[in-house]
Nanobody, 122 residues
């Protein structure tokens, strides 16, 4: 099982980025995929999650209306579209996979991608 995250970069406030998480070794209909982020000196936090079975999605309050999670089962890829980015969105973003159900705590996840840096700065 592998997760490959990509799409991070440097963007100005108000800008947009799309992160991608390519899964291999399993199919998205059997695993929930979440995006977490971790800023320097802060705990890792769940940003958004999409469940495996029914595609139910969760988005944390601080990014609601700005971030959208989606998946392409044919490509076995989950996306995080991030619009109206703010400096406080700066962090390393990780995708993670959970075999059953979904959750917002890092310890609940079985597999992790390598992380991609998102920096929002003028």
């Amino acid at each position: 099982v592998q997760l490959q995250a990509s799409g991070g970069g440097l963007v100005k406030p108000g800008g947009a980025l799309t992160l991608s998480c390519v899964a291999s070794g399993f199919t998205l209909d059997s695993y929930a995929i979440s995006w977490f982020r971790q800023a320097p000196g802060k705990e890792r936090e769940a940003v958004s999650c999409i469940s495996g079975r029914d595609g139910y999605s969760y988005v944390r309050d601080s990014v609601k209306g700005r971030f959208t999670i989606s998946r392409d089962t044919a490509k076995n890829t989950v996306y995080l579209q991030m619009n109206s980015l703010k400096p406080e969105d700066t962090a390393v973003y990780y995708c993670a996979a959970k075999a059953q159900g979904w959750g917002t705590e890092p310890f609940q996840y079985d597999y992790w991608g390598q992380g991609t840096q998102v920096t929002v700065s003028s």
